[in-house]
């Protein structure tokens, strides 16, 4: 009963406010959301959602692709990058792009929020929920926390990571981060930043797929993340707890798949989640969240 009430409680509407833009990367930006005198009663790793109905400017654009699409076009869900404790509420997104003989629809909202959002835009969201959260009592589980993401899946890990440093759990955190170039790196100054403030309790090992790295942290490289790898930072299965973010098997292209009687084409999440369960890990020791 209680934990129905606090639900409600939490996923409300709110009206925030664009305070901050920050470009994270070349198709990347973060917005820092004012949300007023409204509670931080949110966990870190949770979403919020923002309806793309409430901008004017979007307005022919949805009509068309809810009649070719035959349905309403559904709120967008971004996880939040910020701890509670922190000032904005942090949204990242990852702008999806429409490429000829490619996509098949081009993507409603996440251009409009990378590029159109300047200081002040008012953007009413709705939150705060999702299960992908470190439970209360993770300490009696497990001392290691293993954070597996790709891209835009680094933006609920930033915020466990962050809010974990700050109440001094004492958990010791390492996490694995596939990025195509150094420049596709997100918060790659805040990683940085809390590993040097926090080396006994994180350690970050970029992983870019497609080039060297260079002048970034030693222990990166250039690969894959592979069964190696999760090897080396899972030396004791029994003792760790998986959270992995990052692309996975659309519902569209599942059911496509489906159609056509052939198995999905596995993404980073089906990929990451078969190396842990070679590795030894149960599943209730694994988190994930995957999109697109
Ligand atoms: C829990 C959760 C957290 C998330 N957090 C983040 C985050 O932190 N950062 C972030 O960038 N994203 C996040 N996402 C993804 C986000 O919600 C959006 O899906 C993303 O921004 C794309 O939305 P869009 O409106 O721009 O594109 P969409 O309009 O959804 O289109 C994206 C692609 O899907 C294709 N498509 C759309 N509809 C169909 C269809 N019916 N059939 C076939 N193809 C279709 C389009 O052709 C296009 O290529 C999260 C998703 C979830 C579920």
Known sequence: MVDTVDVRRRVRQIEATVAGVHQETPDTASLFLDIGDEPHDYKAGQFITIDPHQFAFLEQTIAYLEQIKEGKEKPRAYSMGSAPHEEHVLITIKEERFWPGESKYPPVLSPSLTRNCALGTP??????????TLPEDIQSKADNILHV??????????????????????????????????????YYNEFADLARRHPQHLEIVHCLTREDPVDVEPSSRRGRIDAELISKYVPDPSNCFVYSCGPGILPWERKEARQNGVEPEPRFIEHVLDLLRDRG???SQIKQESWG
């Open 123 to 132: 953007v009413v969201i709705k939150g705060f929920t999702g299960a992908y």
């Open 149 to 186: 993401c790709a891209g835009s899946g680094i933006v609920p890990n930033f915020a466990l990571i962050k809010h974990s440093l700050h109440v001094a759990d004492g958990l010791r955190h390492v996490l694995l981060y596939s990025s195509k170039t150094k420049a596709d790196i997100i």
């Open 281 to 283: 890990l149960d599943k």
